[in-house]
């Protein structure tokens, strides 16, 4: 059904150190935290989780995920990145969708789109600080760094690029937008303080280096030196994947024409990251909500080399 999906994962001489795939963990069950009142915290089991972001670190697959019943905290899912082995779960402040994360390799950190106060954030993790979190201590994490990103409704998704955060909205209908970052030395955003109308406080929000306009569904975003991969996904349709050679403008473009090569994956695509030469995939259609429709559920993530899937 998915010719090229078979040719770029399954038939592929895995060469490398690492896996061509990663199983899903917590589908069953997740260890995580519940909380009437954001203070008082108890150990729960959760059986909704439903993945949503993608990180590679050099040695970790990092899945971001959120209960579909938004009665716990969402998670974090650390990977061993050699071994595919389950590492630990890390529970994160709160019940965001988390609809992207972004592994910034220049200061060894996470970022999580989550949310503040109603509004859509983003949230920065030392790999440090995910390293040493212990469940068990019944607390979620702290974040180091966490901006208000006013302009967006949600942040739908993340990737990091050439020292720039790219925070990407998602729309069915309407256009989206792609948000621009910069990253200072510090690893902080670009920020800028503003006093809100609503409760007149002076709050530090994220600023944009640029706005952009994009086409409705659009996914995922990830960037190298020489290709741009757009995914889009919507409902039980086919995702797919546009690619473009990377040129000095196109971050600035993000078109769904125009384009290299298109590929045809399974239905529910959400995100897709880069790391090296391997582009990674993951899909949110073997979660509790929709794991029993009779099409197909891809329960792993998926690597693919970059070089097999472009032919040029």
């Not at 990092?62 to 595919?84: E, P």
């Not at 209908?173 to 406080?201: F, H, K, P, Q, W």
Request: hydrophobic letters at 35%; proline letters at 5%; charged letters at 15%.
């Amino acid at each position: 059904m998915y010719p090229s999906l078979k040719k770029e994962v399954f038939n592929v001489p895995n060469v490398s150190s690492i896996p061509n795939t990663y199983v899903l963990p917590g589908l069953d069950s997740t260890r995580t935290l519940y909380t009437k009142d954001d203070q008082n915290f108890k150990l729960a089991s959760c059986g909704a989780m439903t993945p949503q972001g993608l990180a590679v670190t050099q040695d970790h697959i990092i899945i971001s995920a959120y209960c579909h019943t938004r009665k716990h905290n969402s998670v974090l899912y650390l990977i061993d990145k050699k071994t595919g082995d389950f590492v630990k779960e890390v529970v994160l402040q709160g019940r965001p969708h988390a609809g992207g994360i972004a592994y910034d390799p220049i200061h060894d950190m996470l970022w999580v789109a989550t949310s503040s106060d109603g509004i859509a954030s983003i949230a920065s993790i030392p790999m440090s600080s995910l390293l040493a979190y212990d469940l068990d201590a019944i607390e979620p994490i702290s974040y180091l760094y966490q901006y208000p990103v006013v302009s967006l409704q949600s942040s739908s998704f993340i990737a990091y690029y050439d020292k720039c955060l790219y925070i990407g909205l998602f729309t069915n209908s309407n256009n989206g937008a792609i948000y621009r970052y910069s990253i200072m030395e510090d690893g902080s955003l670009s920020s800028v303080n503003v006093t809100t109308t609503y409760s007149r406080n002076i709050r530090e929000i994220a600023q944009p280096e640029s706005v952009t306009l994009i086409e409705n569904r659009i996914q995922g975003l990830a960037m190298n030196d020489n290709y741009q991969f757009l995914s889009t996904s919507w409902g039980f349709l086919n995702s797919q994947i546009y690619v473009h050679s990377q040129t000095d403008d196109i971050v600035t473009t993000f078109e769904l024409t125009n384009v290299l090569m298109k590929e045809i994956y399974p239905r529910q695509l959400e995100q897709i990251c880069v790391e090296d030469d391997d582009l990674y995939l993951l899909f949110e259609s073997a979660a509790y909500p929709y794991r029993y429709y009779p099409l197909p559920s891809v329960d792993y993530v998926l690597r693919v080399n970059i070089n097999s899937l472009v032919r040029e």
